[in-house]
């Protein structure tokens, strides 16, 4: 009997654990740990362990599909990328190539997304490329970017544990991020403080030395009146404000405007709590700050970021271990997906596409007369460019937006007003059945390449077993349809040569390869020669911006689009679950994960629960302007009153039906966290 481990890297969350696959007659039979992996020594959460039961389901795609007359019809390869390519070519000619966007994919491999962004500017020749970070960390990119000019986590994840104190704001961290959640407990064993801002008394609160339950959407209204105590008390870093930053006056006329006074009915909590934990924040002399997406998925999910960000630089809290300002990203490869330039204004490294330099760089290494010179569509601009008609051709790479993306029943009309729809997945997702192609591809733990963990370390994945059928690797795929369009530039013959590349014109990558990424020791961007080791600590001795500073902004508190009324009283807000990974397809089809949760639900307070005349475990319906689902109730004190609290996660009780597409002005980013919606017994 053929047994072997392989070693390799967890396909679910963005923290990026290291795990060994049990191999058996050419099946995944089990995970063990890996103990020498240098972030969580073999320990894994219950996604991590139960990771291999996705991977040989009888429901994986194993042969390219065609939709005719209504009906998915098996194809052969040859078929279906013949049909792809002269569609393209024929779309790009006709109507011309912005109408056609790519999306590429928080799972996929760092060199599979370089090779869609490519695709789109270089095969389709249009800007609109993205992918659903736009949905999670879109606000930290931008926000970050704007204060310290670089949007990724200051800090490590096992640093975490040297801080004296753990500010936590937006992110279930023992739920979402379990081996983050580790540092945490870490740092309280050895006397770190906690605290943890959520409208719901999570896993992580239950952690907290201080719980601060607030109303969702009310951010920086909290950050302000903190500052406000920090600054009318003396409490900043006045040597780290005079010798590293930028603004302060800006920022110190809109913070005195903010007293917790007047935070205390915005945000719902009591003014003098906001004094106690400003001054814990302030004083600790080592505080981190974790959040995630109850910071960014806001329209004013920028600005909250940027309040973070200020509250961090007047109290000189980043650029030394212990401290520093943390997005924790949710997906596998999020961070690796941004890095590769699957966003609509930048290239690989962040680099702005709008810049003559260059793009004449690019177009000259990938034989080109030039790249599209804009700026393109994000994820929700590309639906509704769909659903009037502006854009008529998309191709997606491993998302699911019929479950993640905002106010699903537009998303749902926009694909469907698409002439030729492309989707590429391991399994037949709910988006996959609208499309005209559906294409098979190989899981992560059946190819090599590499991912980015949230903490900006990049790591080799090992192929365990060979995929399903006739199903390629994303990057294979990809290359097939740009041969076949005629177009150089994609006759990459395996994931190392891709790399290769962008090494090659990603100057945060530029001193990586596989052979360092062999040793499990941690490289971590920026890593921009051969004998570089790595940045374990961002922003040392200086910010990334050319001055070299950190810029502070005064950032006046707005309300969310949408607030309770009459017809609409109550806030719904969303997330996520620690036995379940984004839209389901794949922890769903997990028998361990899924019998664990097997469906969604709605938690609402027992007071308002008493007034709508809800029993715990009762069928109610959820209602908003967009939409209607049917859930059971889970009565219950954890969520704050006035709102409700529904997962994300299960098609059938899609939260996504009720969220609401207002977005972020800068990043456009979708308003996932709040809106308004009422309850009614069914
Ligand atoms: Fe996988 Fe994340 Fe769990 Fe680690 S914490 S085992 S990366 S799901």
């Given at each position: 009997m053929d047994i072997k481990l392989v070693p390799t890297i967890c396909p679910y969350c963005g923290c990026g654990c290291g795990l060994n696959y049990v191999v058996k007659d050419e099946k995944i039979v089990g995970v063990e740990p890996w103990k020498r992996h240098p972030l969580n020594e073999g320990k894994l959460c219950p996604k991590g362990n139960f990771s291999h039961e996705f991977i040989h389901r009888d429901d994986r795609l194993t042969t390219p599909l065609i939709k005719k007359d209504g009906k998915f019809v098996p194809a052969t390869w040859d078929e279906a990328i013949s049909l792809i390519a002269s569609k393209f070519t024929e779309m790009k000619a006709k109507y011309g190539p912005e109408t056609m966007a790519c999306f590429a994919s928080a799972r996929s491999t760092n060199e599979e997304n370089f090779v869609m962004q490519k695709f789109a500017r270089v095969a389709i020749g249009t800007p609109n490329i993205d992918h659903c970070a736009r949905l999670c960390h879109g606000t930290s990119v931008a926000g970050l970017a704007k204060t310290l000019g670089s949007g990724a986590m200051t800090n490590t994840i096992t640093d975490i544990k040297d801080s004296k104190l753990v500010f936590i704001i937006g992110s279930n961290t023992l739920e979402d991020h379990p081996l983050v959640g580790r540092s945490v407990i870490r740092a309280k064993e050895s006397g770190a403080k906690i605290i943890v801002c959520d409208p719901r008394f999570n896993m992580t609160a239950k952690q907290a030395d201080i719980y601060v339950p607030f109303k969702s959407g009310t951010d920086v209204a909290l950050f302000n009146a903190m500052m406000y105590t920090i600054l009318s008390e003396g409490l900043e870093n006045k040597e780290f404000i005079k010798n590293r930053t930028k603004g302060f006056d800006a920022l110190k006329e809109e913070v005195m405007k903010c007293p917790p006074e007047w935070a205390e009915p915005i945000t719902g909590v009591p003014a003098d709590t906001i004094r106690k934990i400003a001054r814990m924040y302030a004083t600790s002399g080592a505080s981190s700050i974790l959040f995630a997406m109850g910071i960014t998925q806001h329209a004013t999910g920028t600005d909250n970021v940027v309040s973070v960000s200020n509250l961090a630089l007047i109290c000189g809290m980043i650029g030394r271990p212990g401290v520093g300002i943390n997005p924790l990203r949710g997906q596998n490869n999020v961070q690796g997906a941004c890095d590769m330039g699957c966003l609509p204004n930048v290239v690989s490294g962040y680099q702005a596409v709008i810049n003559d330099e260059l793009r004449k760089k690019y177009a000259g290494l990938w034989n080109?007369?030039?790249?599209?010179?804009k700026v393109g569509l994000t994820i929700v601009e590309t639906m509704n460019a769909a659903d009037e008609g502006k854009v008529k051709g998309l191709y997606i790479m491993g998302e699911n937006p019929m479950v993640s993306d905002p106010n699903v029943n537009h998303v749902k009309h926009a694909l469907e007003k698409l002439e030729f729809l492309v989707v590429q997945d391991i399994f037949l997702t709910e988006t996959a059945e609208l499309a005209s192609v559906v294409l098979p591809a190989a899981a992560g733990p059946e190819k090599q390449g590499t991912y980015t963990s949230t903490e900006r370390r990049v790591q080799l994945l090992r192929p365990a077993v060979k995929p399903p059928g006739q199903a390629k690797a994303d990057w294979e795929i990809i290359c097939s349809i740009a041969k076949k369009m005629g177009v150089k530039g994609f006759d990459f013959n395996s994931a190392k040569e891709i790399f290769q590349e962008v090494a090659k014109v990603t100057p945060q990558y530029a001193g990586m390869s596989y052979e360092r990424l062999e040793k499990p020791e941690a490289l971590h961007w920026p890593c921009p020669a051969a004998d570089h080791a790595g940045t374990p600590i961002l922003h040392v001795p200086k910010f990334s911006h050319p001055d070299g500073l950190g810029i502070l902004f005064g950032v006046p508190f707005k309300p969310p689009a949408e607030v309770p009324d009459a017809e609409y009283p109550l806030v719904l807000t969303t997330g996520r679950l620690l036995y379940h990974y984004h839209t389901g397809s794949m922890s769903r089809r997990s028998h361990t994960l899924d019998a664990e949760v097997p469906t969604g639900f709605l938690e609402i307070n027992p007071e308002d629960a008493a007034k709508l005349g809800v029993k715990d475990g009762a069928k109610v319906k959820v209602k908003t302007r967009r939409g209607e689902i049917e859930i059971n109730a889970k009565v219950t004190p954890n969520i704050i009153k006035n709102h409700v609290f529904v997962p994300f996660h299960f098609w059938e009780c899609s939260a996504n039906k009720l969220t609401i597409d207002a977005l972020d002005p800068f990043a456009k980013m979708p308003e996932l966290k709040v809106c308004s919606c009422k309850v009614e017994v069914v």
């Amino acid at each position: 009997m053929d047994i072997k481990l392989v070693p390799t890297i967890c396909p679910y969350c963005g923290c990026g654990c290291g795990l060994n696959y049990v191999v058996k007659d050419e099946k995944i039979v089990g995970v063990e740990p890996w103990k020498r992996h240098p972030l969580n020594e073999g320990k894994l959460c219950p996604k991590g362990n139960f990771s291999h039961e996705f991977i040989h389901r009888d429901d994986r795609l194993t042969t390219p599909l065609i939709k005719k007359d209504g009906k998915f019809v098996p194809a052969t390869w040859d078929e279906a990328i013949s049909l792809i390519a002269s569609k393209f070519t024929e779309m790009k000619a006709k109507y011309g190539p912005e109408t056609m966007a790519c999306f590429a994919s928080a799972r996929s491999t760092n060199e599979e997304n370089f090779v869609m962004q490519k695709f789109a500017r270089v095969a389709i020749g249009t800007p609109n490329i993205d992918h659903c970070a736009r949905l999670c960390h879109g606000t930290s990119v931008a926000g970050l970017a704007k204060t310290l000019g670089s949007g990724a986590m200051t800090n490590t994840i096992t640093d975490i544990k040297d801080s004296k104190l753990v500010f936590i704001i937006g992110s279930n961290t023992l739920e979402d991020h379990p081996l983050v959640g580790r540092s945490v407990i870490r740092a309280k064993e050895s006397g770190a403080k906690i605290i943890v801002c959520d409208p719901r008394f999570n896993m992580t609160a239950k952690q907290a030395d201080i719980y601060v339950p607030f109303k969702s959407g009310t951010d920086v209204a909290l950050f302000n009146a903190m500052m406000y105590t920090i600054l009318s008390e003396g409490l900043e870093n006045k040597e780290f404000i005079k010798n590293r930053t930028k603004g302060f006056d800006a920022l110190k006329e809109e913070v005195m405007k903010c007293p917790p006074e007047w935070a205390e009915p915005i945000t719902g909590v009591p003014a003098d709590t906001i004094r106690k934990i400003a001054r814990m924040y302030a004083t600790s002399g080592a505080s981190s700050i974790l959040f995630a997406m109850g910071i960014t998925q806001h329209a004013t999910g920028t600005d909250n970021v940027v309040s973070v960000s200020n509250l961090a630089l007047i109290c000189g809290m980043i650029g030394r271990p212990g401290v520093g300002i943390n997005p924790l990203r949710g997906q596998n490869n999020v961070q690796g997906a941004c890095d590769m330039g699957c966003l609509p204004n930048v290239v690989s490294g962040y680099q702005a596409v709008i810049n003559d330099e260059l793009r004449k760089k690019y177009a000259g290494l990938w034989n080109v007369a030039d790249l599209p010179n804009k700026v393109g569509l994000t994820i929700v601009e590309t639906m509704n460019a769909a659903d009037e008609g502006k854009v008529k051709g998309l191709y997606i790479m491993g998302e699911n937006p019929m479950v993640s993306d905002p106010n699903v029943n537009h998303v749902k009309h926009a694909l469907e007003k698409l002439e030729f729809l492309v989707v590429q997945d391991i399994f037949l997702t709910e988006t996959a059945e609208l499309a005209s192609v559906v294409l098979p591809a190989a899981a992560g733990p059946e190819k090599q390449g590499t991912y980015t963990s949230t903490e900006r370390r990049v790591q080799l994945l090992r192929p365990a077993v060979k995929p399903p059928g006739q199903a390629k690797a994303d990057w294979e795929i990809i290359c097939s349809i740009a041969k076949k369009m005629g177009v150089k530039g994609f006759d990459f013959n395996s994931a190392k040569e891709i790399f290769q590349e962008v090494a090659k014109v990603t100057p945060q990558y530029a001193g990586m390869s596989y052979e360092r990424l062999e040793k499990p020791e941690a490289l971590h961007w920026p890593c921009p020669a051969a004998d570089h080791a790595g940045t374990p600590i961002l922003h040392v001795p200086k910010f990334s911006h050319p001055d070299g500073l950190g810029i502070l902004f005064g950032v006046p508190f707005k309300p969310p689009a949408e607030v309770p009324d009459a017809e609409y009283p109550l806030v719904l807000t969303t997330g996520r679950l620690l036995y379940h990974y984004h839209t389901g397809s794949m922890s769903r089809r997990s028998h361990t994960l899924d019998a664990e949760v097997p469906t969604g639900f709605l938690e609402i307070n027992p007071e308002d629960a008493a007034k709508l005349g809800v029993k715990d475990g009762a069928k109610v319906k959820v209602k908003t302007r967009r939409g209607e689902i049917e859930i059971n109730a889970k009565v219950t004190p954890n969520i704050i009153k006035n709102h409700v609290f529904v997962p994300f996660h299960f098609w059938e009780c899609s939260a996504n039906k009720l969220t609401i597409d207002a977005l972020d002005p800068f990043a456009k980013m979708p308003e996932l966290k709040v809106c308004s919606c009422k309850v009614e017994v069914v």
